[in-house]
Protein backbone atom coordinates (compact mmCIF):
# COMPACT_ATOMS: atom_id res chain seq x y z
CA UNK A 1 0.00 0.00 0.00
CA UNK A 2 1.27 3.55 -0.89
CA UNK A 3 0.24 7.21 -0.30
CA UNK A 4 -0.02 9.56 -3.55
CA UNK A 5 1.78 12.98 -3.10
CA UNK A 6 0.90 15.45 -6.04
CA UNK A 7 3.90 16.45 -6.18
CA UNK A 8 6.58 13.42 -5.46
CA UNK A 9 4.26 10.95 -6.25
CA UNK A 10 4.08 7.82 -5.16
CA UNK A 11 5.38 7.62 -1.31
CA UNK A 12 5.68 4.44 0.43
CA UNK A 13 3.27 3.95 3.52
CA UNK A 14 5.96 3.71 5.86
CA UNK A 15 7.35 7.43 5.32
CA UNK A 16 3.95 8.98 5.41
CA UNK A 17 3.45 6.49 8.63
CA UNK A 18 6.35 8.15 10.36
CA UNK A 19 5.32 11.45 9.72
CA UNK A 20 2.00 10.90 11.15
CA UNK A 21 3.34 8.56 14.31
CA UNK A 22 5.80 11.64 14.39
CA UNK A 23 2.63 13.68 15.70
CA UNK A 24 1.31 11.42 17.96
CA UNK A 25 4.18 10.90 19.72
CA UNK A 26 4.79 14.81 20.31
CA UNK A 27 1.51 14.19 21.84
CA UNK A 28 1.98 11.73 23.76
CA UNK A 29 5.17 13.62 25.67
CA UNK A 30 2.90 16.30 25.97
CA UNK A 31 0.40 14.47 27.57
CA UNK A 32 2.68 12.32 29.45
CA UNK A 33 4.64 15.32 30.71
CA UNK A 34 1.39 16.56 31.92
CA UNK A 35 0.57 13.67 34.15
CA UNK A 36 3.97 13.95 35.38
CA UNK A 37 3.26 17.50 36.64
CA UNK A 38 0.30 16.53 37.90
CA UNK A 39 1.36 13.46 39.85
CA UNK A 40 4.31 16.04 41.36
CA UNK A 41 1.52 18.54 42.29
CA UNK A 42 -0.53 16.53 43.88
CA UNK A 43 1.43 13.82 45.89
CA UNK A 44 -0.80 11.46 48.51
CA UNK A 45 -3.48 11.80 45.65
CA UNK A 46 -4.66 8.16 44.07
CA UNK A 47 -5.54 7.51 40.70
CA UNK A 48 -9.03 8.07 40.48
CA UNK A 49 -8.08 11.20 42.32
CA UNK A 50 -5.90 11.94 39.76
CA UNK A 51 -8.41 11.24 36.64
CA UNK A 52 -11.17 13.34 37.78
CA UNK A 53 -8.48 16.56 38.03
CA UNK A 54 -8.35 16.04 34.62
CA UNK A 55 -10.44 13.30 32.62
CA UNK A 56 -8.97 14.50 29.21
CA UNK A 57 -5.80 14.10 29.78
CA UNK A 58 -6.82 10.65 31.60
CA UNK A 59 -8.55 9.30 28.89
CA UNK A 60 -6.31 10.18 26.02
CA UNK A 61 -3.41 8.42 28.01
CA UNK A 62 -5.75 5.37 29.06
CA UNK A 63 -6.57 5.09 25.38
CA UNK A 64 -3.44 5.55 23.57
CA UNK A 65 -0.64 4.74 26.24
CA UNK A 66 -1.82 2.56 28.71
CA UNK A 67 0.50 0.67 29.94
CA UNK A 68 2.68 3.81 30.33
CA UNK A 69 -0.38 5.15 32.44
CA UNK A 70 -0.26 1.97 34.36
CA UNK A 71 3.47 2.33 34.97
CA UNK A 72 3.56 5.96 35.85
CA UNK A 73 0.74 5.96 38.34
CA UNK A 74 0.09 5.81 42.29
CA UNK A 75 -0.29 2.34 43.61
CA UNK A 76 -3.62 1.15 43.89
CA UNK A 77 -4.92 2.05 47.77
CA UNK A 78 -5.34 -1.03 49.70
CA UNK A 79 -9.47 -0.86 50.95
CA UNK A 80 -9.78 -1.96 54.33
CA UNK A 81 -13.28 -1.79 53.94
CA UNK A 82 -13.85 0.21 57.13
CA UNK A 83 -11.98 -2.77 58.89
CA UNK A 84 -10.25 -1.65 62.28
CA UNK A 85 -8.51 -3.60 64.34
CA UNK A 86 -10.28 -3.31 68.00
CA UNK A 87 -8.72 -4.15 71.51
CA UNK A 88 -11.16 -6.32 73.24
CA UNK A 89 -9.50 -6.13 76.63
CA UNK A 90 -9.43 -2.63 77.01
CA UNK A 91 -13.00 -1.89 75.26
CA UNK A 92 -14.86 -4.51 78.25
CA UNK A 93 -12.43 -2.68 80.88
CA UNK A 94 -14.15 0.80 79.39
CA UNK A 95 -17.63 -0.49 79.02
CA UNK A 96 -18.10 -2.58 82.24
CA UNK A 97 -18.31 0.59 84.77
CA UNK A 98 -20.48 2.12 82.06
CA UNK A 99 -22.99 -0.98 82.39
CA UNK A 100 -22.98 -1.27 86.33
CA UNK A 101 -23.52 2.60 86.71
CA UNK A 102 -26.49 2.01 84.02
CA UNK A 103 -27.88 -0.77 86.35
CA UNK A 104 -27.60 0.80 89.18
CA UNK A 105 -29.35 3.80 88.09
CA UNK A 106 -32.25 1.49 86.84
CA UNK A 107 -32.53 -0.45 90.10
CA UNK A 108 -32.43 3.17 92.30
CA UNK A 109 -35.10 4.85 90.15
CA UNK A 110 -38.07 6.08 91.95
CA UNK A 111 -39.99 5.85 88.12
CA UNK A 112 -41.83 2.35 87.21
CA UNK A 113 -38.75 -0.02 86.68
CA UNK A 114 -37.35 -1.03 83.48
CA UNK A 115 -36.49 -4.41 82.81
CA UNK A 116 -33.02 -5.28 83.27
CA UNK A 117 -31.68 -6.54 80.12
CA UNK A 118 -28.65 -6.57 77.44
CA UNK A 119 -30.99 -4.98 74.96
CA UNK A 120 -32.16 -2.13 77.18
CA UNK A 121 -28.85 -1.89 78.67
CA UNK A 122 -27.37 -1.61 75.86
CA UNK A 123 -29.87 1.30 74.22
CA UNK A 124 -29.23 3.79 77.40
CA UNK A 125 -25.55 3.95 76.69
CA UNK A 126 -25.62 3.99 72.69
CA UNK A 127 -23.81 0.46 72.03
CA UNK A 128 -26.96 -1.73 71.98
CA UNK A 129 -25.35 -3.38 68.78
CA UNK A 130 -22.02 -3.96 69.94
CA UNK A 131 -23.80 -6.07 73.42
CA UNK A 132 -25.98 -8.22 71.16
CA UNK A 133 -23.50 -8.96 68.71
CA UNK A 134 -20.22 -8.96 70.64
CA UNK A 135 -20.92 -9.65 73.93
CA UNK A 136 -18.35 -12.95 73.55
CA UNK A 137 -15.47 -10.66 73.39
CA UNK A 138 -16.31 -8.58 76.09
CA UNK A 139 -15.79 -11.49 79.27
CA UNK A 140 -16.43 -9.03 82.03
CA UNK A 141 -19.02 -7.49 80.93
CA UNK A 142 -20.49 -10.50 79.92
CA UNK A 143 -20.81 -11.78 82.80
CA UNK A 144 -21.83 -9.29 84.87
CA UNK A 145 -24.39 -9.11 82.61
CA UNK A 146 -25.34 -12.98 83.54
CA UNK A 147 -25.44 -12.04 87.04
CA UNK A 148 -28.04 -9.11 86.63
CA UNK A 149 -29.98 -9.46 83.76
CA UNK A 150 -33.22 -10.17 84.56
CA UNK A 151 -35.79 -13.08 83.67
CA UNK A 152 -39.86 -11.86 83.29
CA UNK A 153 -40.77 -13.99 86.23
CA UNK A 154 -37.93 -11.60 88.05
CA UNK A 155 -38.79 -8.62 86.56
CA UNK A 156 -42.64 -8.68 87.85
CA UNK A 157 -41.64 -9.16 90.63
CA UNK A 158 -39.50 -6.26 90.89
CA UNK A 159 -42.56 -4.30 89.27
CA UNK A 160 -45.22 -6.10 92.17
CA UNK A 161 -42.64 -4.68 95.35
CA UNK A 162 -42.04 -1.27 93.41
CA UNK A 163 -45.92 -1.17 92.92
CA UNK A 164 -46.73 -1.77 96.46
CA UNK A 165 -44.29 0.74 97.45
CA UNK A 166 -45.87 3.57 95.75
CA UNK A 167 -49.56 2.42 96.97
CA UNK A 168 -48.32 2.70 100.48
CA UNK A 169 -46.98 6.30 100.05
CA UNK A 170 -50.14 7.28 97.92
CA UNK A 171 -52.09 6.00 101.38
CA UNK A 172 -53.94 4.06 99.01
CA UNK A 173 -55.41 -0.14 100.47
CA UNK A 174 -52.84 -2.98 99.08
CA UNK A 175 -55.50 -4.78 97.34
CA UNK A 176 -54.24 -7.06 94.68
CA UNK A 177 -56.03 -5.82 91.90
CA UNK A 178 -54.64 -2.67 92.70
CA UNK A 179 -51.03 -3.67 92.99
CA UNK A 180 -51.40 -5.59 89.83
CA UNK A 181 -52.72 -2.46 88.14
CA UNK A 182 -50.49 -0.77 89.29
CA UNK A 183 -47.72 -3.50 88.33
CA UNK A 184 -48.93 -3.17 84.93
CA UNK A 185 -49.03 -6.82 85.23
CA UNK A 186 -51.72 -9.03 83.64
CA UNK A 187 -54.42 -11.58 85.96
CA UNK A 188 -52.52 -14.59 84.06
CA UNK A 189 -49.20 -13.78 85.65
CA UNK A 190 -50.33 -13.76 89.32
CA UNK A 191 -50.41 -17.70 89.78
CA UNK A 192 -46.43 -17.43 89.17
CA UNK A 193 -45.64 -14.79 91.63
CA UNK A 194 -48.22 -15.17 94.13
CA UNK A 195 -46.22 -16.40 96.89
CA UNK A 196 -43.91 -13.53 96.26
CA UNK A 197 -46.72 -10.91 96.63
CA UNK A 198 -47.67 -12.38 99.62
CA UNK A 199 -44.13 -12.07 101.14
CA UNK A 200 -44.00 -8.66 99.84
CA UNK A 201 -47.39 -7.73 101.36
CA UNK A 202 -46.02 -9.02 104.50
CA UNK A 203 -43.01 -7.02 104.71
CA UNK A 204 -45.82 -4.25 105.22
CA UNK A 205 -47.32 -5.77 107.62
CA UNK A 206 -50.66 -6.53 104.98
CA UNK A 207 -51.60 -9.72 104.76
Do not use: C
Amino acid sequence: MYHYNAITGFESLVNYSKGASGNDYNKRDIYRNEWLSLLKNNPGKGKTELRQMDKVLFTWLYRNDREWLNNNSPAKKRVNNGYIRVDWDSRDKEILPKVEGVVKDMLNSKEKPERISISRIGGKLGIRALLEKHLDKLPRTRAYLDSVKESDKDFRIRRIKWAIQELEKEGQELKEWRILRKAGIRKEYVNSIIDDIKISLIKFNQF
